[in-house]
């Protein structure tokens, strides 16, 4: 299986800045995107940025501007540049991938998820 390791999150104030990071190994043969999401208290989980392997990128329409995500090809690993950051920010972020990885000498689909890391914002 391909496991995401996150790092980066913390307590920050608002109008601050923090870079996430989640690394991806594992027996991978490619990865398809990489993407960020949110789940605030009481709230469902969303997507926040998404980026594929060609760099076609998306994001929610609530961080336009203030979020940039990136992907090092080469490391299976992407980041999220947070900045301007809000209250409304406070959640814990999940790492996301989806990809193909070698399995019991086959080449076979994965989906992975992190374990999440909080972001808390203070007003």
């Known amino acids: 299986q391909v496991q995401l390791v996150e790092s980066g999150g913390g307590l920050v104030q608002a109008g601050g800045s923090l870079r996430l990071s989640c690394a991806a190994s594992?027996?991978?043969?490619?990865?398809?995107?990489m993407g960020w999401y949110r789940q605030a208290p009481g709230k469902q989980r969303e997507l926040v940025a998404v980026?594929?392997?060609?760099?076609?990128?998306n994001y929610v329409d609530s961080v336009k501007g203030r979020f940039t995500i990136s992907r090092d090809n080469a490391k299976n690993t992407v980041y999220l540049q947070m900045n301007s950051l809000k209250p409304e920010d406070t959640a814990v972020y999940y790492c996301?991938?989806?990809?193909?990885?070698?399995?019991?000498?086959?080449?076979?689909?994965?989906?992975?998820w992190g374990q999440g890391t909080q972001v808390t914002v203070s007003s």
């Open positions: 996301n991938a989806y990809g193909r990885h070698y399995s019991d000498g086959q080449i076979a689909d994965f989906g992975s």
């Open positions: 594992g027996r991978i043969f490619s990865i398809s995107a």
């Open positions: 980026i594929t392997s060609v760099g076609s990128i």
